[in-house]
């Protein structure tokens, strides 16, 4: 039985290199094997508090191929928060009538404080700007099938990386792989300090960059994010730099033979359709690979694998 049962996932940094590894291995049996009756008489809760299509139904689908049920909201304004119900007393409530709650909420912080009040375990769907970490298993499983190894990669990561949370929980898994680090973003929105000395505490370099063009060729993985307008606490500074990089098929030239063009979407302009037919672009199969890694977390959490 793994260390993992019973235990929230808050932060990548819960996780050990091990732990990673097996919930990597665990969704690859998924993947080969997706149909497990396992979830049967299990109840799983989805409170989504932040708009989400792949988070939150990769979950449910997930619940779903298991055999398990599942219940929930997808927005706040559908449930008694609407009303005034503290999130103590929403987690207190959804924790009599499920066995394990996954929730995404505009607070940072908010899943480790729903994960010290919760009786069940709580899988963090993504909390403000702070962590995504399913996400981050996603994109390490991703990372693995298509380099074949987590080891010394390259990767670029581009646009949103002050706001952009899948970033912040990346560089702190794959520092433990040995990574080289390549930033590129407005000068407004670079890597927050707290996650360059994550690195820097891991012995790797980070590198920092405004052009996009000058990473093409030296990256192993081209992590596109997002502009997360929604997070900017004025909207003239989002006009500023919503348009800072757009990836275009044509930039993709002088690219390593092994590169691959990851982005966690939703995806607004920064990547061009024309992009989406190019063997390199691989961000439609990394949100695929999403509900085989939350097979693996819940089966593992639920100490069924
Ligand atoms: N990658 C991701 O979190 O997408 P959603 O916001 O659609 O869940």
């Known amino acids: 039985m ?8 808050v932060s990548i940094t819960d996780y050990s290199k091990d732990d990673i590894l097996r919930i990597l291995d665990t969704a690859e049996e998924f993947e080969a094997n997706q149909r497990q009756n396992i979830l049967n008489g299990y109840v799983i809760a989805s409170l989504f508090f932040e708009p ?3 988070t939150r139904l990769s979950f449910e ?3 779903q191929y298991l055999g398990g049920s599942i219940i929930g909201f997808a927005s706040a304004d559908t449930s008694s928060v609407k009303k005034g119900e503290t999130l103590k007393d929403t987690i207190l409530t959804v924790s009599n009538y499920s066995d394990l709650i996954i929730m995404r909420n505009p607070m940072d912080g908010s899943a480790r404080y729903a994960s010290e009040v919760s009786p069940v375990p709580i899988i963090n769907a993504g909390d403000g700007a702070n962590q995504h970490p399913t996400q981050c298993l996603l994109d ?4 693995r ?3 074949s190894t987590l080891d010394n990669i390259d990767i670029a990561m581009i ?16 520092s433990l792989f040995g990574a080289k680090f390549h930033f590129v973003s407005p000068d407004s929105l670079k890597m927050p300090s707290s996650v360059k ?4 505490n891991a012995g790797l370099e980070y590198h920092q960059y405004t052009e996009l063009t000058d990473v093409i060729p030296i990256a192993d993985i081209l992590y596109m994010t997002r502009i997360q307008g929604e997070r900017f ?4 500074e989002y006009e500023k730099v919503k348009n800072s990089y757009i990836l275009e098929n044509a930039m993709l030239e002088n690219s390593k033979d092994n590169m691959k063009v990851l982005h966690p979407l939703p995806r607004v302009n920064e990547i061009t359709e024309d992009v989406d037919d190019n063997p390199k672009a691989y961000y439609f199969q990394q949100a695929k690979n999403g509900v085989y890694i939350r097979q693996a977390l819940i089966a593992t959490i639920l100490g069924l694998k």
């Not at 793994?2 to 996932?9: F, M, P, R």
């Open 2 to 9: 793994s260390k993992l049962k019973g235990k929230s996932l």
């Open 140 to 143: 390490l499983y991703s990372i």
């Open 145 to 147: 099938k298509t380099q």
């Open 197 to 200: 000395t994550w690195v820097k």
């Open 61 to 63: 689908s997930a619940v």
């Open 233 to 236: 606490p004025d909207p003239l």
């Open 159 to 174: 646009g949103d990386l002050k706001y952009g949370r899948t970033v912040h929980s990346l560089v702190q898994a794959l």
């Open 52 to 54: 989400s299509t792949r």
